[in-house]
């Protein structure tokens, strides 16, 4: 034997268990001229197993080398955790045809266990379908994290298990600093979220400021918006004139944004901006520097924006450099600051709403700008409303003036018709009646000889009432008697019942202090109504309401007759009678209304207002 397999020989035995020198008794066989050569390889298996990339090339090159060393059929190694449970096993056969079966496995972990709870090497008896086994307990640190045995070799030299021992040892170094680099790894992966979770935790904070922050800007704006609608609307309740309301007004606003000066602009019909005088803070040399400034929709200039296009235009000395067209703003305008927004109504733009002169060293903020463009929303609505109001009360004197002319029109209008009916009335009555009756007289003289003179007499009778219902209506003498009002309408009534037999209810609650002509109005629209019932409606009751109402005098006239459709008796020619009734109440500032249908009788109704 060579000395240098003699050393090997020497060195592996005073490796074994206790320093036994039991291979002196074993190199005599062939068999352990082979196990050098094995052992020879072993330095550079140790390195294949320290390199593997993953567990399962550890256990792989581990079990391969195993079995190489004992001469067994099997290998395995299995992996517990720190409660002892098993969690992994790896196997290997020398015969690369021939698998573990499950029930093997089973054994040879079972066969294991004691080596787990003795933490000791030791020959067992054979596993079932096996020959003898070994195995022996892989340890790091004192601690058993598995276990590696082969079975199926026969009898197991003291250098094959030594071998197996030093293998062991390997496969646990091996095995803890796999674990120990997943470990790592796991850490640095943790260490790499958590970083990542810092910094979107920083990020969170950082957004939930600014959105702490933006929420406190957005209810300071909220409540600086409110206090501005409030200041528009107490300024508009004080029922100032424009230019005191325009001044209270901007001096509100220039409180609240914190402006020395505010302004607006009014937008002309011409399409350019002036700025409107009285504004607070504004002498008359910064207005000197002023010039209109054109705005058009669709321009593209600052002021078209602004007022058109809803920009909102913000600029301040510190913010502007050089060559900046809002420093030639600034400039122009001579302020260190400015703030302008569209000054609106609705969908009517008005101007712009602008704020000068910051308090604020860094310029006006948005929610300055969101302060404006409320006070200018409100602002506008009530510039709106004022001037409605004053088109109001324009409109108001004008229609004063129409009335006050009706009125004398139709006073006019009465006294001249009361002149032509009275000269009617006394002719009518001096003249026709009295010749009528004279007729009459001869015809009484004459006899009831005939029956022509008899046809003759009922005639001039028929006539005779007939011209004195018409000189009834054409001047009725109780309008001109006080408290005859109330007596004359019901005498028209009479009269009708007389004629045709019609049955009528009446209700009349009149004032007796109604002008002349308002009485003989109302009078007539009765008269007109109840004419239409005798002459059309072929009623058999008819209701008579007229009464005060609403600053003049209510009429209704109801008969349950055949009635008509009104759209048709308004075309048909000879029917004057509903367009009378409606002129004459429209000439005295009132209406009327007629609803009739077919087979439900005929409504007249309508109202004559009182003189002011």
Same mark, same amino acid.
């Given at each position: 034997?060579?000395?240098?397999?003699?050393?090997?020989?020497?060195?592996?035995?005073?490796?074994?268990?206790?320093?036994?020198?039991?291979?002196?008794?074993?190199?005599?066989?062939?068999?352990?001229?082979?196990?050098?050569?094995?052992?020879?390889?072993?330095?550079?298996?140790?390195?294949?197993?320290?390199?593997?990339?993953?567990?399962?090339?550890?256990?792989?090159? &581990?079990?391969?080398?195993?079995?190489?060393? &004992?001469? #067994?059929?099997?290998?395995?190694?299995?992996? @517990?955790?720190?409660?002892?449970?098993?969690?992994?096993?790896?196997?290997?056969?020398?015969?690369?045809?021939?698998?573990v079966t499950g029930d093997e496995i089973e054994g040879l972990f079972?066969?294991?266990?004691?080596?787990? $709870?003795?933490?000791?090497?030791? @020959?067992?008896? =054979?596993?079932?379908?096996?020959?003898?086994?070994?195995?022996? =307990?892989?340890?790091?640190?004192?601690?058993?994290?598995?276990?590696?045995?082969?079975?199926?070799?026969?009898?197991?030299? @003291?250098?094959?298990?030594?071998?197996?021992? !030093?293998?062991?040892?390997?496969?646990?170094?091996?095995?803890? !600093?796999?674990?120990?680099?997943?470990?790592?790894?796991?850490?640095?992966? &943790?260490?790499?979220?958590?970083?990542?979770?810092?910094?979107?935790?920083?990020?969170? $904070?950082?957004?939930?400021?600014?959105? %702490?922050?933006?929420?406190?800007?957005?209810?300071?704006?909220?409540?600086?918006?409110?206090?501005?609608?409030?200041?528009?609307? /107490?300024?508009?309740?004080?029922?100032?004139?424009?230019?005191?309301?325009?001044?209270?007004?901007?001096?509100?606003?220039?409180?609240?944004?914190?402006?020395?000066?505010?302004?607006?602009?009014?937008?002309?019909?011409?399409?350019?901006?002036?700025?409107?005088?009285? *504004?607070?803070?504004?002498?008359?040399?910064?207005?000197?520097?002023?010039?209109? %400034?054109?705005?058009?929709?669709?321009?593209?200039?600052?002021?078209?924006?602004?007022?058109?296009?809803?920009?909102?235009?913000?600029?301040?000395?510190?913010?502007?450099?050089?060559?900046? =067209?809002?420093?030639?703003?600034?400039?122009?305008?001579?302020?260190?600051?400015?703030? *302008? @927004?569209?000054?609106?109504?609705?969908?009517?733009?008005?101007?712009?709403? #602008?704020?000068?002169?910051?308090?604020?060293?860094?310029?006006?903020?948005?929610?300055?700008?969101?302060?404006?463009?409320?006070?200018?929303?409100?602002?506008?609505?009530?510039?709106?409303?004022?001037? &409605?109001?004053?088109?109001?009360?324009?409109?108001?004197?004008?229609?004063?003036k129409v009335d006050e002319a009706r009125q004398v029109l139709l006073?006019?209008?009465?006294?001249?018709?009361?002149?032509?009916?009275?000269?009617?009335?006394?002719?009518?009555?001096?003249?026709?009646?009295?010749?009528?009756?004279?007729?009459?007289?001869?015809?009484?003289?004459?006899?009831?000889?005939?029956?022509? !003179?008899?046809?003759?007499?009922?005639?001039?009778?028929?006539?005779?009432?007939?011209?004195?219902?018409?000189?009834?209506?054409?001047?009725?003498?109780?309008?001109?008697?006080?408290?005859?009002? +109330?007596?004359?309408?019901?005498?028209?009534?009479?009269?009708?019942? /007389?004629?045709?037999?019609? +049955? #009528?209810?009446?209700?009349?609650?009149?004032?007796?202090?109604?002008?002349?002509?308002?009485?003989?109005?109302?009078?007539?629209?009765?008269?007109?109504?109840?004419?239409?019932?005798?002459?059309?409606?072929?009623?058999? $009751?008819?209701?008579?309401?007229?009464?005060?109402r609403d600053g003049g005098i209510h009429g209704e006239v109801v008969?349950?007759?055949?009635?008509?459709?009104?759209?048709?008796?308004?075309?048909?020619?000879?029917?004057?009678?509903?367009?009378?009734?409606?002129?004459?109440?429209?000439?005295?500032?009132?209406?009327?209304?007629? /609803? *009739?249908?077919?087979?439900?009788?005929?409504?007249?109704?309508?109202?004559?207002?009182? =003189?002011?």
């Open positions: 034997m060579s000395v240098k397999l003699a050393r090997k020989l020497s060195t592996l035995s005073r490796i074994g268990r206790g320093g036994c020198r039991l291979l002196s008794l074993e190199t005599a066989g062939q068999s352990e001229t082979g196990l050098w050569d094995r052992l020879e390889a072993f330095q550079s298996v140790s390195a294949g197993i320290a390199g593997a990339q993953d567990l399962e090339g550890v256990a792989d090159e &581990a079990l391969k080398l195993a079995l190489e060393l &004992a001469g #067994a059929s099997v290998a395995f190694i299995g992996l @517990v955790d720190d409660a002892g449970s098993r969690q992994q096993v790896f196997s290997r056969a020398s015969d690369p045809a021939r698998s079972a066969a294991a266990a004691t080596e787990m $709870r003795s933490a000791t090497s030791t @020959v067992h008896k =054979p596993v079932p379908d096996l020959s003898s086994y070994y195995g022996l =307990p892989l340890k790091v640190g004192g601690k058993v994290i598995g276990v590696m045995g082969v079975a199926g070799g026969g009898v197991y030299t @003291v250098v094959q298990r030594q071998g197996l021992d !030093i293998l062991g040892n390997q496969v646990a170094a091996s095995v803890e !600093i796999f674990w120990m680099q997943q470990r790592r790894q796991e850490l640095v992966e &943790a260490l790499v979220n958590m970083r990542a979770d810092l910094d979107r935790s920083e990020k969170q $904070r950082v957004l939930n400021e600014e959105r %702490a922050q933006s929420a406190l800007r957005i209810e300071r704006a909220r409540e600086l918006a409110v206090e501005a609608l409030i200041a528009v609307s /107490t300024h508009a309740r004080t029922g100032a004139t424009f230019s005191s309301f325009y001044r209270g007004l901007t001096e509100s606003v220039a409180e609240l944004v914190g402006a020395g000066k505010v302004l607006f602009w009014q937008l002309n019909e011409n399409r350019t901006l002036t700025p409107i005088p009285g *504004s607070h803070g504004i002498d008359d040399q910064f207005l000197a520097r002023l010039y209109p %400034a054109p705005a058009e929709p669709f321009g593209g200039n600052l002021t078209s924006q602004v007022v058109y296009k809803d920009f909102v235009f913000r600029a301040a000395r510190s913010d502007v450099k050089g060559g900046s =067209p809002y420093g030639a703003v600034l400039d122009t305008l001579g302020v260190s600051s400015a703030i *302008s @927004v569209p000054w609106r109504a609705g969908d009517q733009r008005l101007g712009v709403a #602008a704020a000068y002169d910051s308090k604020n060293p860094d310029g006006f903020s948005m929610e300055d700008a969101w302060v404006l463009q409320m006070a200018g929303l409100a602002a506008g609505l009530v510039w709106q409303l004022k001037l &409605a109001e004053t088109d109001l009360t324009t409109t108001v004197r004008r229609l004063q006073r006019n209008m009465s006294t001249a018709v009361d002149v032509a009916r009275k000269r009617f009335a006394s002719e009518l009555h001096d003249d026709a009646l009295q010749k009528l009756t004279a007729a009459e007289l001869h015809l009484q003289r004459a006899g009831d000889v005939g029956s022509p !003179i008899a046809d003759a007499r009922r005639l001039l009778d028929q006539a005779e009432q007939a011209l004195r219902k018409l000189l009834f209506e054409v001047r009725p003498p109780g309008l001109e008697v006080p408290g005859g009002f +109330e007596e004359t309408i019901r005498d028209r009534v009479r009269m009708m019942y /007389t004629v045709t037999g019609i +049955e #009528a209810e009446i209700d009349l609650r009149l004032p007796d202090h109604q002008p002349h002509e308002i009485k003989s109005i109302v009078f007539r629209q009765v008269s007109e109504a109840l004419t239409n019932v005798e002459k059309h409606s072929a009623a058999t $009751r008819v209701q008579v309401v007229v009464r005060e008969d349950d007759g055949r009635g008509f459709v009104v759209a048709e008796r308004d075309q048909l020619p000879g029917h004057l009678g509903l367009l009378a009734l409606r002129e004459r109440a429209l000439l005295a500032g009132g209406w009327c209304e007629v /609803t *009739s249908e077919p087979g439900n009788g005929t409504r007249v109704e309508f109202w004559i207002p009182s =003189p002011q």
